[in-house]
């Protein structure tokens, strides 16, 4: 039996289904006229502020469907922009605006793969799948744009100040070892699909960062998505830091995957992207009620007047960007 594809759909079959299958909006959503229409509408009548983030995810550039999943790809697309939501402190993802640019030859199959984990992955954060667009394209590409609320003031990444502590979510280095182990496509060891799953399916740090915001000042906050080193980078604009390398958390699993190979270990803690953990700053005044708030989060420096400085065993070590580049 020949597959069905998105070409036997159409373009309005296809909005057709995404709206059948949407998920149902609840009252604290206000929504005044929902997907279907020329545009979304909703009732902002509170005074807390909107915040709007955005994210692109494009096959063979951050993600293969010989790796990943439909189900796969839904998920991490939604989640990356959780992970934007949730850095901005007090916050509350809400509209999710899907752009789907996809090749004719798709299959349909894929396709409600595709939707249904979207669908389930904005159910899990109570988010009201609002609206979009398809058009058809050489290579899979997905767009979500993601209004959420912040009931405080949004903390950026600009306001950390002389003395602040230097905090992180998680481990950091298991997305980088994971898509290195996917790309050489070998029989895989347990821990190996633990490093691979890290990179397939992130996790956003939404509740995290509702938790410590509403327990204390934030200075400034950002996340993991480019890699620790560059979120250092745009938490230090215009200040510096001192970085303990070894206070920098890995998972066990990435120890035995480089074999205690240091160079090869902080290369991916501090250069690979895509794990969506958070980088933050607090008044040194907080930081045992945070350790005792959050057992999972771990101090690796501070912010001073002068340059950011990576020490390795209480000596300054020469840390030159050796991530991925976009262009």
């Known amino acids: 039996m020949k597959t069905k594809t998105i070409e036997n759909l159409g373009e309005f079959g296809l909005i057709d289904f995404i709206k059948k299958h949407n998920t149902k909006p609840k009252k604290h959503h206000n929504i005044c006229l929902d997907i279907g229409d020329d545009c979304f509408s909703f009732n902002p009548h509170t005074k807390s502020k909107y915040i709007v983030t955005t994210d692109i995810l494009i096959e063979n550039i951050h993600f293969k469907r010989e790796w990943a999943t439909a189900k796969q790809i839904g998920q991490k697309a939604i989640e990356v922009n959780v992970s934007d939501i949730a850095s901005m402190g007090n916050t509350k993802p809400l509209y999710a605006f899907i752009s789907l640019g996809i090749p004719k030859n798709t299959s349909i199959d894929f396709v409600k793969q595709l939707f249904s ?101 934030v200075t400034s906050m950002t996340d993991s998505s480019d890699g620790l080193f560059k979120s250092i980078e745009l938490l230090t604009e215009n200040k510096g830091a001192v970085i303990n390398m070894e206070k920098i958390p890995l998972s066990q699993n990435l120890i035995k995957y480089t074999n205690k190979d240091y160079n090869k270990l902080y290369n991916c803690a501090l250069f690979g992207g895509e794990e969506f953990e958070l980088v933050f700053t607090i008044n040194k005044k907080d930081k045992t009620k945070l350790e005792k708030l959050l057992p999972n989060v771990t101090c690796i420096g501070y912010i001073n007047n002068g340059k950011v400085t990576y020490l390795q065993n209480g000596k300054p070590k020469k840390v030159k960007y050796n991530g991925y580049k976009h262009f």
């Open 117 to 217: 984990s979207i669908k389930s992955t904005c159910d899990k954060y109570d988010i009201h799948l609002s609206g979009g667009d398809t058009v058809c394209a050489k290579d899979i590409t997905i767009s979500v744009t993601l209004i959420g609320i912040c009931y405080d003031k949004p903390i950026s990444r600009t306001g950390a100040k002389n003395g602040d502590l230097i905090f992180v979510s998680g481990t950091f280095g298991d997305s980088c070892a994971g898509l290195e182990i996917l790309s050489k496509r070998k029989s895989l060891k347990d821990y190996e699909r633990n490093l691979i799953k890290k990179h397939l399916v992130p996790q956003a740090r939404l509740k995290e960062a509702n938790l410590i915001s509403k327990n204390m000042t």
